[in-house]
């Protein structure tokens, strides 16, 4: 009886030691990693990256799409004290690079303490001439489709 309890203790810390550090290793990875490597979010990886002293703030209209957002809404404020830009050229040749250079969709990634705001995708559109932004994931909804 002592043999089998024995064993049950030592099966139940090897199994506690080894959930321990998978937890671990999953929280030393940074988001900005976890996005950039995020077969789903990081599929560009020559961002222009800037980073400001001071938090800024900036509302978003969708103009004509949809916002991926858990409540939804047409309408977000982020603020975001860095912010990551990119044409969305993942699958052009050089050439088609060129020659959409300024009809391409903008992708652009907001942060805040090193933790994603949105991500968003700006389209443009010939009826205004514009890039319009199209697409918003909130954090919350990039957190839970992160893969």
């Not at 002592?2 to 929280?27: E, H, T, W, Y």
């Not at 002293?53 to 858990?70: A, P």
Request: proline share 1%; hydrophobic share 40%.
């Amino acid at each position: 009886m002592k043999r089998r309890s024995f064993f049950v203790f030592l099966i139940a810390f090897v199994f506690g030691f080894c959930v321990s550090q998978i937890k671990d290793a999953n929280a030393s990875v940074s988001e900005k990693e976890a996005i950039s490597n995020s077969s789903y979010w990081g599929f560009i990886k020559n961002y222009d990256k800037k980073k400001y002293d001071s938090e800024k703030t900036r509302g978003l209209t969708v103009f004509h799409e949809v916002v991926y957002t858990t409540g939804n809404v047409r309408n977000l404020t982020i603020v975001y004290d860095e912010i990551w830009e990119a044409d969305d050229a993942a699958f052009l040749t050089p050439a088609e690079i060129q020659k959409y250079k300024n009809d391409l969709n903008h992708i652009k990634i907001y942060w805040k303490n090193d933790k994603v705001q949105a991500y968003v995708i700006e389209r443009k559109y010939t009826s205004t001439g514009a890039h319009e932004v199209t697409d918003i994931f909130d954090r919350a909804y990039i957190l839970k489709n992160m893969r």
